[in-house]
């Protein structure tokens, strides 16, 4: 049984980092893209970021590159997510997600997802 | 940038129809994915690639993409249906994850 646990999550001060991890299980971690999408309060999905299976690959929303960083340590089956230079816009539940389909790229077909972990960003 | 569109909301009486527009320049040529979304809930997928449903997924769901338009339609609609749907693609020449605003479906 695929699962994904998010953690991390808080209450964090604007302008400060905060580090999000998922870990992963029942399936093969190593070989799939995996992806974090937000939900603000009341608002509708917005994708955050993509990483490919080797890690090699990165995708960014505009929102985000520069201050995120994706990130897997596929021995530990494990999803990061850095957040620097936080900011009240960027309060939301942060879901980690798998792509359905195996290989090198991110496909971008997210087939699983995880319950969340909520980030509050206060002024 | 890619833009989808989906309209707000959708109201539908239980035992009918419910058909969900999800609008992109030339989306027909792109894979369209939907999502439900309920408050309190991760997002489950309901149809990948524009007509594939997931195992679990009722026979109800069913997805269909051409020219600039893709739908999700929900047949006979039961009130476990009532949720946010959202439609997705993959924007290749961008490397990025694109949703639509989402739709809120209220079951009367």
């Known amino acids: 049984e695929v699962q994904l646990l998010e953690s991390g999550g808080g209450v964090i001060q604007s302008g400060g980092s905060l580090r999000l991890s998922c870990a992963a299980s029942?399936?093969?971690?190593?070989?799939?893209?995996m992806n974090w999408v937000r939900q603000a309060p009341g608002k509708g999905l917005e994708w955050v970021s993509s990483?490919?299976?080797?890690?090699?690959?990165?995708y960014y929303a505009d929102s985000v590159k520069g201050r995120f960083t994706i990130s897997r340590d596929n021995s530990g089956k494990t999803l990061y997510l850095n957040m620097n230079v936080l900011s009240a816009g960027d309060t939301a539940v942060y879901y980690c997600?798998?792509?359905?389909?195996?290989?090198?790229?991110?496909?971008?077909?997210?087939?699983?997802w995880g319950q969340g972990t909520l980030v509050t960003v206060s002024s | 940038s890619y833009i989808l569109t989906q309209p707000p909301s959708v109201s539908v009486a239980p035992g009918q129809t419910a058909k969900i527009i999800c609008g992109g320049d030339n989306i027909g040529g792109k894979g369209v994915h939907w999502y439900q979304g309920r408050p309190g809930q991760a997002p489950v997928m309901v149809v990948y690639d524009d007509s594939n449903r997931p195992s679990g997924i009722p026979e109800r769901f069913s997805g269909s993409n051409s020219g600039d338009t893709a739908i999700l339609t929900i047949n006979r609609v039961e009130a476990g249906d009532e949720a946010d749907y959202y439609c997705q693609v993959w924007d290749g020449s961008r490397n990025r994850v694109v949703f639509g605003g989402g739709t809120k479906v209220t079951v009367l």
């Open positions: 997600a798998k792509d359905l389909y195996g290989g090198s790229m991110v496909r971008g077909v997210l087939e699983f």
């Open positions: 029942g399936f093969f971690f190593n070989n799939y893209a």
């Open positions: 990483i490919s299976g080797t890690g090699g690959s990165t």
